[in-house]
């Protein structure tokens, strides 16, 4: 079973988990706005995929933050911001086990489908 976090609003999200019916790859979905997400779950991401990875700097919500929100100096500052800006986190998350997946791409496609292939 693989859980997806994302928004339920977010385009790629929404085609994502039509991908994972469509392959029929069993899934849970948690919308991080609505649902949440834990500071162990987002700790988890940044130590697997680094900041540049999980965090999206191009949306609105990065856009929207004061200068001074942005200037992060350690990865607890930058967990405290995601926690409270959940819409920063890249979309969707893939997670299974202890791998982790950002994005939704065909790189992604191939390594969830890799993944539930286990």
């Given amino acids: 079973m693989i859980t997806v976090y994302g928004l339920k609003n977010c385009d790629t999200c929404r085609i994502a988990l039509k991908w994972l019916a469509a392959e029929n790859i069993a899934h849970t979905f948690k919308d991080v706005r609505k649902d949440g997400v834990s500071e ?3 700790r988890r ?3 697997e995929l680094g900041p540049d ?3 999206n700097r191009r949306g609105t919500t990065w856009r929207q933050l004061d200068e001074m929100e942005k200037l992060v100096s350690s990865d607890d500052d ?4 995601l926690l409270k800006h959940p819409a920063l986190i ?3 998350v893939f997670e299974a086990g202890d791998a982790v997946i950002v994005g939704f791409k065909d790189e992604q496609k191939t390594a969830v489908k890799d993944l539930m292939a286990r």
């Fill in 78 to 81: 930058l967990i405290q911001l």
């Fill in 45 to 47: 991401w940044l130590k």
């Fill in 53 to 55: 990875t999980l965090v």
């Fill in 40 to 42: 162990d779950d987002i």
């Fill in 90 to 92: 890249k979309r969707p």
